[in-house]
């Protein structure tokens, strides 16, 4: 909760008597299979303390090795963001002290970052594109992870006691700082948010990372400070830490904003400090007093070697740089002929990539989009899952839904196929041949049963004979049911009426 002084200026009030100026920095944990600077894995969820080794809990004589990986995923994320990749480059250690750190310093890179100058052209709500510059993207290590034990809050105030999870310790990361944003006005938590959402997308394009915030591998700081309208210098700025939702990120920039003019209209002065952002009120808090590089005694990293990528490797990576996702869907939204609001849906759903994947297996759009928003998300909510974290693939959609246009099974066999891929059954084509689904299309096998339908229902068969032809529903049921759904029930209706004919 924020705390009982803190008083808020109405919006239409700071808008009126300030320019914000807002920094944005996002950190992103990469996907390597191993930590930056050690052999650890680097997977989620594993048991506490269970990744670890001599370098990650900076035992004496360890000596780290960067992972190049890493490199190349920074230098990609540089390039996707119109950034210069730095030809000669150091690692730094920055010197602190935090429990959750066992080394007391963090390797990272201070004037000498991987790639620097960019910009990323966001598009806002109405349509109209904002430019955020930035000013650099650097490597670095993750720290461990600290669980605050009694407490109601789960923060250390009020804590019994605290245990340490150094798995985390040593994860790649990439922080990426933005310029001082300026001239976005009222709608200044709006680009903040269209910010992270973009940036997000570009590193999820890039598959370099599962940006999942939630799970903390996208971490946004939202740096925000007030200068009177028509002043060249800017006002000091808190910084608000891990904001952990995009709407939050525009929720706590539109509270600082609201909370540093009241302070400021009241005569008292604005800290330099870092704050907690509280989902439940939308509120911050104080943190801790801001530290400066000067805090922090940078110095080379004595146990690394300079990073020095070569040019060509840089121009072949320039090469695997995909197009902007928001630019890739609008071409598809053209090609599809979708609506703004079908798009919109699709999108918020999460289901467009894994539409447009299937698509690209061989899928025609309208089956593709038809599994994806209607079976498929039933089952991701039965799960309590997105749709992404669902066991299949789009190939493997791709190939129940080829599987249904040679007739190899029907509607609805094919979801019992995808069920049991979602158990992880095997492959669609697999599980066809294992549990025998495919569908029964030998004319004299339907006949048979057919045949043995018309018998058990004289009545019904005698309708359809006086030309009651909608009573074959009936029989075809029937049939279907004998054949465990595997038959054409358009082919059993042909049949059926030919019998009675």
């Known amino acids: 909760?924020?705390?009982?002084?803190?008083?808020?200026?109405?919006?239409?009030?700071v808008i009126a008597r300030f320019e914000p100026v807002l920094g944005m920095e996002v950190h992103v944990e990469l996907n390597t299979a191993t930590k930056m600077f050690c052999g650890c894995p680097t997977e989620f969820g594993a048991e506490p303390n269970t990744q670890v080794c001599p370098v990650c809990l900076g035992l004496p004589g360890s000596l780290p090795v960067v992972n190049e990986k890493a490199i190349e995923s920074a230098i990609r994320i540089g390039l996707a963001l119109n950034c210069s990749i730095t030809p000669w480059g150091r690692f730094a250690r920055k010197n602190y002290f935090y429990p959750d750190q066992p080394k007391n310093y963090q390797i990272s890179q201070y004037d000498e970052p991987i790639a620097t100058e960019g910009h990323l052209d966001v598009v806002l709500d109405d349509g109209s594109v904002f430019r955020v510059e930035i000013e650099r993207a650097h490597m670095e290590e993750d720290t461990g992870k600290s669980l605050h034990v009694g407490g109601a809050t789960g923060r250390i105030h009020g804590a019994s006691h605290s245990l340490l999870d150094y798995n985390r310790a040593g994860v790649p990361l990439i922080e990426i700082v933005t310029k001082p944003i300026t001239g976005s006005g009222e709608?200044?938590?709006e680009v903040a948010r269209a910010y992270v959402?973009?940036?997000?997308?570009?590193?999820?394009?890039?598959?370099?990372s599962d940006v999942k915030m939630?799970?903390?591998?996208?971490?946004?700081?939202?740096?925000?400070?007030?200068?009177d309208i028509g002043a060249k210098e800017f006002g000091t700025r808190t910084e608000t830490k891990n904001?952990?939702?995009l709407k939050s990120v525009e929720i706590a920039v539109r509270f600082e904003m609201r909370r540093q003019a009241a302070r400021l209209v009241a005569g008292k002065t604005i800290v330099q400090e870092t704050r907690h952002f509280h989902e439940a009120d939308g509120s911050t808090s104080q943190g801790r007093v801001k530290e400066t590089a000067e805090d922090y005694r940078y110095f080379p990293e004595p146990d690394l070697e300079p990073v020095a990528p070569d040019a060509d490797w840089v121009e072949?990576?320039?090469t695997t740089i995909p197009e902007y996702p928001w630019l890739r869907r609008g071409r598809i939204q053209a090609d599809w002929e979708l609506s703004d609001e079908v798009m919109r849906d699709l999108v918020n759903a999460g289901a467009l990539d894994l539409i447009i994947a299937?698509?690209?297996?061989?899928?025609?759009?309208?089956?593709?989009?038809?599994?994806?928003?209607?079976y498929l998300t039933e089952k991701a909510k039965e799960r309590e899952v997105s749709l992404e974290d669902l066991p299949i693939t789009p190939a493997q959609v791709a190939e129940v839904i080829k599987l249904v246009e040679s007739k190899t099974v029907n509607n609805k066999v094919a979801?019992?196929?995808?069920d049991f891929v979602l158990a992880g059954a095997g492959s669609p084509a697999e599980i066809v041949e294992a549990k025998g689904l495919g569908m029964v299309s030998d004319d004299s096998a339907l006949q048979t049963e057919i045949e043995k339908a018309l018998a058990a229902n004289p009545d019904i068969a005698d309708r359809i004979r006086s030309g009651k032809v909608q009573a074959a529903g009936k029989i075809v049921g029937d049939v279907m049911k004998a054949t465990r759904g595997q038959a054409d029930a358009a082919r059993v209706r042909e049949l059926v009426l030919a019998a009675c004919g």
């Open 1 to 13: 909760m924020s705390a009982p002084s803190d008083d808020l200026m109405d919006y239409a009030d």
């Open 187 to 189: 709608r200044a938590p």
């Open 197 to 208: 959402t973009a940036l997000r997308q570009v590193l999820q394009s890039l598959e370099i």
């Open 214 to 227: 939630e799970q903390g591998s996208l971490r946004c700081d939202a740096n925000v400070s007030l200068m």
């Open 243 to 245: 904001v952990n939702s």
């Open 316 to 318: 072949r990576l320039r």
């Open 358 to 374: 299937t698509v690209d297996a061989g899928a025609p759009v309208n089956e593709a989009r038809s599994w994806w928003v209607a």
């Open 415 to 418: 979801k019992q196929v995808v």
